[in-house]
């Protein structure tokens, strides 16, 4: 029994540091974010509750770029095309990013009205400790021959402990606007 009970010891410590090791690299992108060029959005970070009372913080953030136009659009005639991302990351108390969740909008326009559009959505998470379980909400509005095109996502997260399951849940919504005069607005939140 004494000789199984070293076994345990040893393989559990084992385990340990192997989970430990292979999470050491996504600690130093969790602290620098993971989207190049993004930058905070115009909101305030929103404090909320963390799974054991401490406080923890979303983050909005933002970022958008022209994109190439193609060459071949048939009869439509097109001004421009952009993307726009719009973020919302969940920091815990000392400010390391946990995850974030995000809409991207790609979209084509022609001074007046939407020619195009794609919307992607998604979640990520850094650290094995936050899960993402999925996208619980989504509207969509407007588009393609229209003035504009809105859509808005809320996900799911929640705070993983092993043997105890899910012990907190947290619920970020991202909100977007995109016009066919290339200008856009979006907000994020929880």
Not at 66 to 94: K, M, R, W
């Amino acid at each position: 029994m004494k000789h199984n009970l070293r076994w345990f010891k040893f393989f559990t410590i084992l385990v340990l540091l192997a989970f430990t090791v292979s999470f050491m690299p996504r600690v130093a992108e969790a602290q620098s974010g993971n989207l190049p060029n993004a930058k905070p959005s115009q909101s305030s970070p929103i404090p909320i509750k963390g799974p054991n009372g401490e406080t923890w913080y979303l983050v909005p953030f933002n970022h958008s770029e022209p994109v190439e136009l193609a060459t071949n659009f048939g009869p439509t005639t097109i001004t421009g095309c952009q993307s726009f991302t719009e973020g919302i990351y969940i920091d815990d108390a000392a400010g390391y990013h946990l995850g974030y969740y995000a809409q991207k909008i790609d979209w084509c326009y022609n001074g007046s009205t939407i020619t195009s559009k794609s919307r992607t959505r998604w979640g990520t998470v850094y650290y094995a400790t936050l899960q993402f379980i999925g996208h619980i909400g989504s509207e969509e509005a407007g588009g393609v021959g229209y003035s504009y095109y809105r859509a808005w996502t809320q996900g799911s997260f929640c705070a993983f402990i092993p043997g105890a399951g899910c012990v907190w849940y947290v619920y970020p919504c991202v909100d977007q606007y995109v016009y066919g005069d290339g200008s856009y607005w979006g907000d994020a939140g929880g």
